[in-house]
C-alpha cells in the first residue's frame, strides 16, 4: 500500500524535509537519504528495511521503478507530486525514487578485525565515496574512519560509493591507533621516502592500510603505529596521487599479489574474496 502526499503541511512531509534540509537533523536521527535507483536497489539488495520509500508521481509511472518501489522492504510507501518530491532531492535532474534509512549504530570494534582501511582526515565527499567503492571492490569488509573525516553516510558520499555503504562494516569517530594496535597483521603507511615500493612489499597477508588527508597527511600518531611503510612509484611529473587513486593502486597490488600466492593469504579474507561489484 502506497501513501500518496499533496501538501507540504503533511506531517511526515515536513518530517522528510527537515531530514532533506539539514545535515545535523540525519545525524540526530540517524538517518540517510539514498537517491536513484541504483542506491535504492543497492539497499534492497543488502536485505534490510528502509525507513520510508519515496517515489515521485512521474517516477512511480514508470514500469522499473514502480517495481523497485514495490519490492524494496519499508515500514512506509509514500506517492508525492513532481513538485514536493523534487524539493527534497539532492541532485539537479531527480530520478524519481528516494529511500530513507537508517545508519549502523556503532557498536565498537568488532572482535576479528580483518584486512581494513584507516581513514584519517578525508573530508572531501567524493574521495571518501570513492574509497569505499573501491574497497568493496577489493574484496575488503572493514572501514575505520577517524573523527574529521567526512561523514560516510552524507547524500555526496553515498552517491561516491555507489552501494558500497551496504556491503562494508563502517566505523565512525574510530579510535585508528587503538585499532592499528590491535591489528593481527601489517599496518602499512605508504611514504614517498620509503625504501621498498608497494610492488616489492609483501602484502599476501591482512593488512590495516593507513591513509591520511593529501595534504597534511597522517597524524604523528598514526603514523607511529605503521609496522610497514612503502612508496607508490611515480615516474612521471607529478609528486602525488589523489588519495583516492593511491587506494586502488594499493589495494589492487595486494589483490594481485594474493591472486598469485593464494595459499598465503588470510583465510578469513580469501572467504569474502573480490567478488562484489557495487556499480
Not at 175 to 198: N, Q, Y
Request: aromatic share 4%; with cysteine; net charge positive.
Amino acid at each position: 500500500m502506497i501513501k500518496r502526499i499533496t501538501s507540504r503541511e503533511n506531517a511526515l512531509y515536513k518530517t522528510l524535509a527537515r531530514l532533506a534540509a539539514s545535515s545535523r537533523a540525519r545525524r540526530e536521527a540517524r538517518a540517510a537519504l539514498l537517491e536513484g535507483p541504483h542506491l535504492v536497489d543497492a539497499f534492497r539488495a543488502s536485505g534490510q528495511t528502509a525507513d520510508a520509500v519515496l517515489a515521485s508521481e512521474s517516477g512511480y509511472a514508470r514500469e522499473e521503478l514502480r517495481r523497485l518501489v514495490e519490492a524494496t522492504p519499508a515500514r512506509t510507501r509514500v506517492l508525492l507530486s513532481d513538485r514536493l518530491f523534487d524539493a527534497l532531492a539532492h541532485v539537479e535532474t531527480p530520478t524519481g525514487i528516494l529511500a530513507v534509512v537508517r545508519t549502523p549504530e556503532e557498536t565498537g570494534l568488532p572482535d576479528q578485525l580483518k584486512t581494513c582501511l584507516l581513514l584519517e582526515g578525508i573530508q572531501d565527499p567524493g574521495n571518501l565515496g570513492s574509497i569505499l567503492r573501491t574497497a568493496v571492490a577489493a574484496g575488503l569488509r572493514q572501514a575505520f574512519l577517524a573523527k574529521g573525516c567526512a561523514f560516510a553516510w552524507s547524500p555526496k558520499v553515498l552517491r561516491a560509493g555507489q552501494g558500497a555503504h551496504f556491503a562494508l562494516d563502517i566505523h565512525e569517530g574510530a579510535p585508528l591507533a587503538a585499532v592499528a594496535a590491535r591489528f593481527p597483521g601489517t599496518v602499512m603507511a605508504t611514504d614517498p621516502h620509503a625504501a621498498d615500493s608497494i610492488f616489492d612489499a609483501d602484502l599476501t597477508g591482512p593488512v590495516a592500510w593507513i591513509f591520511g588527508a593529501e595534504g597534511a597527511g597522517i597524524s604523528p600518531e598514526l603514523a607511529a603505529t605503521a609496522t610497514g611503510k612503502a612508496r607508490i612509484p611515480m615516474p612521471g611529473r607529478t609528486e602525488s596521487l589523489n588519495v583516492a587513486a593511491a587506494v586502488a593502486v594499493c589495494l589492487f597490488e595486494q589483490l594481485r599479489q594474493r591472486s598469485v600466492g593464494r595459499t598465503n593469504a588470510d583465510p578469513m579474507d580469501r572467504a569474502h574474496g573480490a567478488s562484489r561489484h557495487p556499480g
